[in-house]
């Protein structure tokens, strides 16, 4: 069994910063490509980047490319999302979850989710 657990979320400005975290447990938490997801209630969840095992690849979706970041730190179990410059449309649930092919990427089999963290961005 694998616990994701997010954290990070909160009130933000528009243009302002959150750095969101995933704590996995487990030890090949190394082994996993590593995604963040987000949904609005109402709507279906939706791709926001993804990361390979190594960390040498990285994903984004068109809408939060340039602005969001994602990385992992293997040592610590943990995978990040840094997002700049965020607008009122970033506004949602967000989730992370685990690909266990390695890969990360916007179609692979993401199998266990978190919990998920509030982000609201206000204008």
């Known amino acids: 069994q694998v616990q994701l657990v997010e954290s990070g979320g909160g009130l933000a400005q528009a243009g302002g910063s959150l750095r969101l975290s995933c704590a996995a447990s487990?030890?090949?938490?190394?082994?996993?490509?590593m995604g963040w997801f987000r949904q609005v209630r109402g709507k279906e969840r939706e791709f926001v980047a993804g990361?390979?095992?190594?960390?040498?690849?990285?994903y984004y979706a068109d809408s939060v490319k340039g602005r969001f970041a994602i990385s992992r730190d293997n040592a610590k179990n943990t995978v990040y999302l840094q997002m700049n410059s965020l607008k009122p449309e970033d506004t949602a649930v967000y989730y992370c979850?685990?690909?266990?092919?390695?890969?990360?990427?916007?179609?692979?089999?993401?199998?266990?989710w978190g919990q998920g963290t509030q982000v609201t961005v206000s204008s």
């Open positions: 487990g030890r090949t938490f190394s082994t996993y490509g």
């Open positions: 979850r685990r690909d266990p092919t390695g890969r990360g990427g916007r179609s692979s089999d993401y199998d266990y």
């Open positions: 990361i390979s095992w190594s960390g040498r690849s990285t």
